[in-house]
């Protein structure tokens, strides 16, 4: 099946919140036309208003309403003002030439070039030139043509002011709705991503250093919410305003703008371009970022090793590597966005305003033409808002491309075969173990289990010795479900565990590992793990048990003392007692001690060993060990060897038959008698 591209799937994550992403638009659209509007009132209140009282006059017999102008004892009104009830008695006409008005008893054209010379006032127009006598008037007389505009300019400046507050209003809601919907995004996308890790099988982290997983789900999500919260809510509200400008311009001139319109062919190509080299670099970039993560991790956790073999001018080093290649593709992309982005938009800007000067200029060579300062203020506001946008739309492209690749990053993990997390409940079982010619491999054909077969019953404990790589460790992997064997079947009380979901195997099981790990938070909850089904009390109980209140009551807060990540306040067997009581706490019916007393002292092993009586006690108890002298009382000591098992039996059979494990024995025996004297 073909896979989506990341801008398909970021859209699908996107359309999952479509209601407040299409409410916040919608907003948006208002709030953009309401803005917009500002031009168009500008150009009624320059042309019909202020630049309006220019024109034709005429006489009429008395004042019928507010837009009747008196003048030296005389009436007259603007001709796009007549009405029915108004007589036309003369036609006059009012006209500007530089800084004077001046007043002419005829009917003279309104378009061609004026010169005045002497009061006689003379229009150059395409027929010819025209002459007719004018007469100046004082600013007093110019005042009272000016009176009636007053109240419907004011009205406009009103009508504008209302349209800006409630644009203001809707702005507040877009930002608001679109920025609340980039967040729900991104918060599902990392409860997503958080999951499958979950779900991936635990093969994948093992080649996987832990750092580059955190940048994938901190780093990159992150620049995934920056495309969400910023880009998308810039992107958008940049498109419909580009939208509702050339809207404007085609309503005040259908050419000019349909030359506007090459834009976008433009802004595309560049985004292609852009798109095309900001990839490369992107990729460079946040894959550094995810090393640089995990040297970090590795460095941290490994500190104390380093300075111990005094590496770390090796590990400034390597640090420096990563963070040199970092430098150089992040400069690069800096170069690439510095280089075009406010220039292109700069050129693009010059020359559409060469364009303007040109389309308009022309008109000024035609005597019988004539374009209004009004509609020139609209263009030039509408141009200059024009590539408000448009440069918002280009300084976002670095965004949008590192919020591609990162979302590609995201999009990979998540596309790892997860499994389906099943944790429909599944009787306690008995503990009854059977491993049926089992045959296993981490690599492909290079088994570390070969045909093995054995049985443990309900309640036995088994122990597995063997040197390193002999497979004990595999057993319980597989036992486990970490794994599953690509040969043979296991059984738990004759049910095929394949048959079941690996946390429905888990469900009842137990297990301690040869090096605990703790969790941040309190001893209790370290043993609860914030199970709802294990109360306060049982989790106590149960470090008591083990023996960790020897020490536990020594500490301040005692079973509330906090832990830190990793436990690392703690020794490794006070570790090791809680992680006891974890698996005693969840009453497993199989219980796994993975060497858990291999770094044990001898007095907190005396102590565990004590516990463990307890623990066995109605349950099946498998036990790796490298100390032989803590599994004597096994009912069964499986001897393993290349992944096969070689001995079996308690420990006084395989003593007696003086094979592997009885050499093993006395080996370690002679070991400690040497370290006792």
């Not at 530089?98 to 378009?111: A, E, H, K, S, W």
């Not at 007389?141 to 406009?156: A, M």
């Not at 430098?327 to 800007?349: G, I």
Request: proline share 3%; charged share 25%; glycine share 6%.
């Amino acid at each position: 099946m073909k896979k989506r591209s990341t801008e398909r799937r970021l859209l699908h994550y996107a359309w999952q919140f479509k209601r407040g992403i299409l409410l916040g638009i919608m907003c948006l659209i208002i709030a953009t036309t309401l803005e917009l509007a500002g031009p168009l009132i500008a150009k009624t209140v320059i042309d019909d208003h202020i630049l309006g009282i220019e024109g034709n006059w005429h006489e009429v017999e008395e004042i019928h309403d507010k837009n009747t102008v008196s003048f030296r004892d005389t009436y007259y009104k603007r001709e796009d003002r007549l009405t029915d009830n108004d007589q036309s008695l003369d036609v006059n006409t009012l006209l500007q030439i530089g800084r004077d008005y001046y007043f002419i008893q005829d009917d003279v054209p309104l378009n061609g070039k004026r010169t005045v010379d002497d009061g006689l006032l003379t229009i150059e127009t395409a027929d010819g030139n025209v002459t007719f006598e004018a007469e100046r008037i004082s600013l007093s007389e110019v005042y009272g043509f000016f009176k009636p505009e007053q109240r419907p300019i004011l009205l406009l400046l009103g009508l504008y002011m209302v349209l800006l507050v409630i644009a203001g209003f809707f702005q507040f809601y877009q930002t608001f709705i679109l920025q609340k919907a980039s967040n729900q995004i991104v918060k599902k996308m990392r409860n997503d991503i958080f999951a499958h890790t979950q779900r991936i099988p635990i093969d994948y982290y093992v080649d996987q250093p832990a750092g580059k997983i955190v940048a994938r789900i901190t780093n990159d999500t992150e620049a995934i919410r920056d495309l969400y919260e910023r880009v998308l809510s810039i992107v958008v509200t940049s498109m419909i305003y580009m939208t509702g400008i050339f809207v404007a311009l085609f309503i005040l001139d259908a050419k000019l703008a349909a030359w506007c319109l090459l834009l976008i062919p433009l802004i595309l190509v560049w985004m292609r371009v852009y798109k095309y080299f900001g990839s490369k670099y992107n990729k460079v970039i946040r894959s550094t970022i995810s090393e640089i993560n995990g040297n970090i991790n590795e460095a941290i956790q490994g500190m104390p090793i380093i300075q111990a073999f005094r590496k770390e001018k090796k590990t400034k080093e390597d640090f420096e590597v990563l963070n040199e290649r970092h430098f150089t593709y992040q400069r690069k992309l800096v170069k690439l966005s510095a280089l075009t982005s406010f220039n292109l938009v700069t050129v693009f800007r010059n020359l559409a305003f060469v364009g303007f000067i040109w389309y308009f200029g022309s008109f000024s060579l035609d005597p019988g033409s004539i374009i209004s300062i009004g509609m020139l203020y609209a263009f030039v506001d509408y141009l200059t808002r024009l590539f408000e946008p448009v440069n918002d739309i280009v300084n976002q492209l670095p965004l949008i491309e590192q919020a591609r690749v990162a979302g590609g990053r995201v999009f990979e993990l998540m596309d790892l075969d997860g499994e389906v997390v099943e944790n429909k409940p599944v009787n306690r079982y008995q503990g009854n173990i059977k491993f049926d010619h089992v045959s296993f491999a981490y690599k492909e054909d290079e088994y570390v289990l070969k045909d093995l077969s054995l049985e443990v019953k309900a309640g036995e404990t088994a122990a597995f010795v063997g040197h390193t790589g002999s497979g004990k460790s595999s057993i319980m992997n597989l036992l486990f479900r970490f794994y599953d064997p690509q040969k043979g079947k296991i059984t738990i009380d004759g049910f095929d565990t394949e048959e079941w979901s690996r946390q429905q195997v888990r469900s009842h099981m137990g297990i301690v590992l040869q090096d605990p790990f703790l969790f941040s938070g309190t001893i209790v909850t370290n043993v609860t793990m914030n199970d709802p089904s294990i109360s306060r009390e049982t989790a106590i109980k149960a470090l008591k048990t083990v023996g960790a209140d020897r020490f536990i009551e020594r500490l301040p807060k005692k079973y509330d003392e906090k832990v830190t990540e990793g436990g690392s306040t703690f020794s490794l067997g006070e570790r090791q007692l809680i992680s006891f009581a974890r698996a005693l706490a969840f009453d497993p019916a199989i219980l796994i001690l993975d060497e858990a007393t291999a770094n044990i002292d001898t007095e907190t092993e005396s102590i565990i060993q004590h516990a463990l009586e307890v623990l066995k006690q109605g349950r099946t108890t498998l036990v790796i060990a490298h100390r032989l002298s803590t599994i004597q009382q096994a009912d069964t000591i499986f001897v393993l060897e290349h992944g096969k098992i070689i001995e079996q039996g308690n420990h006084e059979k395989l003593i007696a038959e003086k094979g592997t494990y009885y050499q093993m024995y006395q080996m370690q025996q002679g070991s400690s008698q040497q370290k006792a004297v």
